[in-house]
């Protein structure tokens, strides 16, 4: 089982009465107001910092992400921090989740920038496609709600085009009319792209776009391995339908985590960030996550049709953090795994055998956690919990065919795969 540690790189304080004068953690939320650029950029440094700090410790893979206008992940362009990442010297994997698609034109800026980044870490990128939150491309990017889909399809069939056909090449699409399609550079995976992931938040039109095209689908929860495992039944039917097997590498998950020496030091530690976390950075506006003609009829059913979804706040499917005690977070709800390492190993071994996925995507970081406690839950993750559950699908005969070929780490191949070298110059 392959641990990513995931960055959201989200806004560090907000002011404790946020949800009384703002509606909004997103689109709305004054940047004037609330976003001191002198904060952002010792936030920045600390995010890369971890985010390194991470690669030193072990982790598989390392992983940010792309949001806009908003507190809860401000990291705009997920391929600079990416970048950084790819010019170090490693053996792991770069999960770049995403780019959003169809926020780029034309699309081919992606192909270019996924394939300069692959060939600058020597083909370690994993090439994140999401759709987007509606709250990112319709509410922040104006892109019309019943267009976000079909404009997403055609962005992705042009980029797998530039990275697998020769150039040039016409493209003739609905959205994007190109004369000469020739990216260059092409990417340094060519057997016979770097592998594309899927992030969702439970529609089934992403289950099935992720089974007809051989896709890891990842699925990205604020509510916990408890809430995510109905959403996560829906892919693997979809999957049981396509006629595919059950390898758990097919899919991933997204999960908070937080460790301490005990128990309860780790309710002590970690309690005021949780409940920060989730009371603000989790505080979206129900019209903008749920945009006219954004959603099908099917993914409405998926989000709204659950037991207890009426308790929910939108779009995370996850209770107002304020006034949640530990016991509801990490045992009632399990939104949260949390506790010392032996307590965080039963419950996330639990968790990935129930959920069947063989990419944790490890959440780390919230908001107002300090750089130091920051370290020390990276530190004792990657030292007293992770060694414990990497071998969770050993001995199943699985193999992870969605994995970057240079990202060699904790393999027990002697030879790096399809040419991808480790050794990058520093």
């Known amino acids: 089982m392959k641990s990513i540690f995931f960055h959201l790189q989200g806004y560090r304080e907000l002011p404790d009465d946020f949800r009384e004068r703002y509606e909004s953690i997103w689109a709305t939320a004054p940047n004037k107001e609330l976003c001191d650029p002198r904060k952002v950029h010792q936030y920045l440094n600390w995010n890369i910092d971890e985010l390194e700090l991470a690669d030193d410790l072990g982790f598989d893979g390392i992983g940010v992400n792309e949001h806009h206008s908003n507190g809860y992940s401000f990291s705009g362009s997920p391929n600079l921090a990416a970048s950084i990442l790819a010019r170090k010297k490693s053996d792991a994997a770069i999960m770049v989740l995403g780019n959003t698609l169809v926020q780029y034109n034309p699309p081919t800026r992606v192909a270019e920038e996924l394939a300069t980044l692959d060939c600058m870490s020597g083909g370690r990128i994993i090439a994140g496609m999401p759709v987007g939150s509606p709250m990112d491309t319709t509410i922040v990017h104006g892109i019309t709600p019943t267009e976000v889909r079909s404009r997403y399809f055609e962005a992705h069939d042009l980029i797998k085009r530039a990275w697998t056909e020769s150039g040039p090449f016409p493209f003739n699409g609905k959205?994007?009319?190109?004369?000469?399609?020739?990216?260059?550079?092409?990417?340094?995976?060519?057997?016979?792209?770097?592998?594309?992931?899927?992030?969702?938040?439970?529609?089934?039109?992403?289950?099935?776009?992720?089974?007809?095209?051989?896709?890891?689908?990842?699925?990205?929860?604020?509510?916990?391995?408890?809430?995510?495992?109905?959403?996560?039944?829906?892919?693997?039917?979809?999957?049981?339908?396509?006629?595919?097997?059950?390898?758990?590498?097919?899919?991933?998950?997204?999960?908070?985590?937080?460790?301490?020496?005990?128990?309860?030091?780790?309710?002590?530690?970690?309690?005021?960030?949780?409940?920060?976390?989730?009371?603000?950075?989790?505080?979206?506006?129900?019209?903008?996550?749920?945009?006219p003609g954004y959603f099908k009829k099917a993914a409405l059913q998926s989000f709204l049709g659950k037991p207890g979804q009426s308790k929910k706040n939108?779009?995370?499917?996850?209770?107002?953090?304020?006034?949640?005690?530990?016991?509801?977070?990490?045992?009632?709800?399990?939104?949260?795994?949390?506790?010392?390492?032996?307590?965080?190993?039963?419950?996330?071994?639990?968790?990935?055998?129930?959920?069947?996925?063989?990419?944790?995507?490890?959440?780390?970081?919230?908001s107002t956690m300090t750089r130091e406690q920051t370290e020390r839950n990276i530190r004792l993750f990657a030292e007293q919990v992770m060694p414990k559950i990497s071998h969770i699908w050993d001995g199943h005969g699985y193999q992870d065919h969605w994995w970057p070929t240079g990202a060699t780490r904790n393999s027990d191949l002697s030879v790096p795969q399809s040419g991808a070298t480790t050794e990058v110059s520093a």
């Open 175 to 291: 959205y994007n009319k190109l004369r000469y399609v020739n990216p260059w550079p092409q990417p340094y995976q060519q057997d016979p792209h770097p592998p594309i992931w899927l992030g969702g938040g439970g529609s089934p039109e992403t289950w099935k776009f992720a089974t007809d095209n051989d896709y890891v689908y990842t699925y990205l929860s604020w509510g916990g391995h408890k809430y995510g495992k109905q959403l996560m039944d829906g892919f693997w039917q979809t999957v049981e339908q396509a006629g595919l097997d059950d390898n758990p590498y097919r899919a991933g998950f997204a999960q908070v985590v937080v460790v301490a020496d005990t128990d309860a030091e780790a309710e002590k530690i970690y309690m005021p960030h949780i409940r920060d976390f989730y009371d603000k950075a989790m505080y979206v506006a129900p019209h903008h996550a749920f945009v």
């Open 314 to 366: 939108a779009p995370f499917g996850v209770p107002a953090g304020r006034d949640m005690t530990w016991k509801q977070h990490v045992e009632e709800d399990a939104m949260v795994i949390g506790g010392s390492p032996a307590t965080v190993v039963d419950k996330l071994t639990a968790a990935v055998k129930s959920l069947r996925v063989g990419h944790l995507m490890v959440i780390l970081q919230l």
